[in-house]
């Protein structure tokens, strides 16, 4: 099982990347993007060892509190696939 992760400022946080990016584009005449957020992705590959895929959310779920995300300034959502 793989665990991808997906890890972005929150809203309320200045991107500043991200605005980089979306002036850049609307420089290079790219159009209908409206935003830019950047950020981070991770992907764990799972052992096998957990019970069933709650299991393995609720562990992945606890990395990405605890070690991948600053929480302060920092947001994520989380995709199991087998």
Known sequence: MKAHV???LKRTVLDAQGQTVADALKRMKYQ????????????LTLDGS???ETA???EVDRIAREV???PV??????RLEP
């Open 68 to 70: 991948l995300v600053n």
């Open 73 to 78: 300034i920092e947001e994520y959502s989380l």
């Open 50 to 52: 957990f019970a069933d």
């Open 56 to 58: 393995a959310r609720t």
């Open 6 to 8: 997906y890890v972005t």
């Open 32 to 43: 209908g993007v409206g935003d830019v957020r950047q950020g981070k992705y991770f992907l």
